[in-house]
């Protein structure tokens, strides 16, 4: 029965939407009264209201529909929404401002004497509005009016300055910053949360085991990393339009004809060009810029978006004026002041010790008041001249409502989709399909395209993607990242608002276009355009590293970046490092040997036992690595041949799990039947528990006789090579960590040897000073030693001699002891540090940074630049682990 509520669910709903009935009202609308429908037929038919629910019953679904809606507010890791009013607001004031205007009408005299040349600047201008304000309808109805009559004007076929338009218009909602993405990355976190929850049921599943390793957990995305992901699909898209145009205009000459420049190519139109495009590049640099440095959130990215596009209108909209760039310039002035007084000074106002912090303090003051004044000063001016101001915040607060609205009421419909068993029947659709992911992947694809032909891209974002993305994301077959698949979902998207007879673009520019331009030209005009996006799609799909490389390259490079130990850059860690023993071997075990020369006579015996014995490991930690790599190649080689078998095992015990969870549900479906007038039903179920144990058996008989057998030997290859790897870096830090430690010594001899007269002054101290007094001091020194390598003998005499001092009846003797032991410690080893700091230091430093690159690598806080390059290159693809399952 479930079935049916289902499907009355989506016919509810999509009679709802073909009727005209708002978004908003529609998702929840149709949940709400599908699950009491349910719960009364429950109680009218069965006595249960649960009865006809795949689990739980109406209060769980309508409370979990609730909670879904709360948290779209109140959730404090889903802060990223606050982005989306920003944003909004910067776009709407760029183009009300008349920035967009003035863009396309220099850019088109800049680009037009090229044949094609005004369809370039129409994509050109486009890609800058996308950066800039992402606001499709505000693009298209710009650039519908402005360049739509001038290129009709100069003979352009309809049909290409019409889907020219449209589909540069859409560029913003994949070129970020955009509304898109930030909804898709919101939607994708908690996908990304439920596929992890799948995995590790199914690894659990398939290996019995309760843990699996991080290294196959799925990775989770932001706002962030979207837009970084998005940045080069976009840029592919915007030189596939172009070279699209050129072609035409060099196949087809009077389709897209070139347009002379009446005017002077001189110096006063050059500046006109750099006032046109510098401030919106400035502005896309200070957004984008301050995302991919690490500088901003993209919520604080938003807010310097709407602050900038305040400042923009503040002297556009008084174009002409002696004064118009006054407010601009003051603002350029103030933040290159609080540039320079954050680069060289102490702005720390609880920190503030000298004249220079407070001169650093105060300026940054003054600064930051500046800008406040220009802010407030453009604000003035743009409420003033014709209310701008005003009628923007009002479009930003529509549109932003028209967004929440609609996720508020995706969230309740999701919590009714499952009540049904809706994303159980989904999966259990895409898991019986043959062809593994790819083939799920494109049908999802598939079914999103069609979607776009009539609904927003707005309610398949918060529709389709919550029901689909954990399943594509739970696959280990390919293990694709949420940033990749929310992309590539964002380049589909926007094939809705080209996609006729409901894509939005065309709606916006059918409305501005003259009546001499036919609709059915407009679509005609977007085909190629669709087909061209199509093509980009099927490009980022085959190139995931397009997607992938700038996230994984901003964290690795970031202040923030996981250590090399961290278990999710391993395999790529240890792939670089075999690449660099295949060309340095020779060099390294050079560098062992001409170590091993070193005199290490002068160092307490206790250090030149791990020191020497460190030798050996290196050539072992080769050794292993070899060994492991090669039975990588086995597994590799093994896998052509068991894979079939181990897909086709995998699948027969999803099918048995399916049939169990039926029964399972079955059976709680005949516990709830127990009057006497319930016998017909419950035999009826009870003879169905019959069939499917049977079926469950029956499909239990179809696994192969030789799966047990061929599992147990693939099993063992993994075994074997995780083994080795385990080793391997065990012995790599055997190898490593005695010499680096005795490096660390070394270095501090001079801070070593600054802190002797500080301790042999403090025995005098205890003697003559209160027991009290001399905590801190003893504290502060025993720190002090605590921080330098090796000399963790004398701090702890020193933690001892203030314990002495600390306890209910101080005992300074027993401090005095433990003061002298310390300095005798000290003594000790100021000798060897002293004699070890000349050649045996030199010597030691050489050696590591001779092993630090490879031997040492799981031993740095951080990769190298060279390093994380490469890791970032190398994690970007998508590796099967299947086998792993």
Known sequence: MEFYFLALLVVLMAGALGSGYPVAFALPGSSILTILLAAIFGYLFVGDTDAYFAQGGPAQWLSAGVTNLRGVYWEPERDTLIAIPLFIFMGIMLQRSKIAEDLLITMAQLFGPIPGGLGISVVFVGALLAATTGIVGATVVAMGLISLPAMLRNNYSPQLATGTIAASGTLGQIIPPSIVLIILADQLSSAADQAGTTRKLLYKNATGELSMPTIFDVGSTSAGEMFLGAVVPGLVLVALYMIYIL??????????????????????????VALALFPPLVLIFLVLGSIIAGVATVNQAGAIGAAGALIMAGYRLRDGHKNAYYPAILAIISLVTIAFVLGNFNTNIKNIKTSSDMTGVTLASIAVGGLIISLLWSGWRALRVNNTLQG?????????????????????????????GGEDLVREFLDGLPGGFWTKFVIVMAVIFLLGFFLDFIEIAVVVVPIVAPILLADPSANVTAVWLGVMIGLNIQTSFLTPPFGFALFYLRGVAPAIVKTIQIYKGVIPFICIQIGALMIVGLVPQMVNYLPNRLSLLSETSPPPRNPRLTYCVEQYVTEQLASNRGALLQSVETARQLDYSV??????????????????????????????????????????????????????????????????QIGRLRDATDQKLRQRLEDRVVALTEKSEALTATIPAEWESAYTAFDALNDAESKLRTKYRQTADKAYEPMALLLASLDAYGEFKALGPQLNAI?????????????????????????????SDIKSALSSARRALRSKTPDKEKALDEISDAVEEYEKQLVWREKADGELRAGVAA?????????GIRQQDKLTREQALYVAGCSSGHRDISLNF
Request: proline share 6%; glycine share 6%.
């Open 847 to 855: 050696y590591v940074d001779a092993l630090r690159p490879t031997i």
């Open 247 to 272: 072609v035409i205009a060099a196949i087809r000459p009077k389709m897209a004809p070139p347009v002379h420049y009446d005017g002077k190519l001189d110096g006063r139109f050059l500046i006109k």
């Open 392 to 420: 923007v915040m009002i479009e930003t607060a529509k549109t932003t409502s028209l967004v929440f609205i609609i996720l508020l009421g995706a969230a309740i419909l999701t919590a009714a989709f499952r009540a049904f």
């Open 603 to 668: 160092l307490p015996k206790g250090l030149v036992k791990p020191v020497t014995a460190s030798f050996d490991q290196v050539s072992k930690a080769i050794a292993l690595l070899d060994e492991a790599n090669a039975a990588g190649v086995a597994i590799e080689e093994a896998s052509d041949a068991y894979r079939p078998l181990h897909d086709q095992v995998r699948d027969i015990e999803q099918d048995i799990r399916s049939v169990d969870e039926r029964i399972e549900t079955l059976n709680v």
């Open 763 to 791: 025995g005098d101290e205890v003697r003559n000073k209160a027991p009290e007094d001399m905590e801190d001091p003893l504290n502060a020194l025993s720190r002090q030693f605590g921080s330098i390598e090796g000399a």
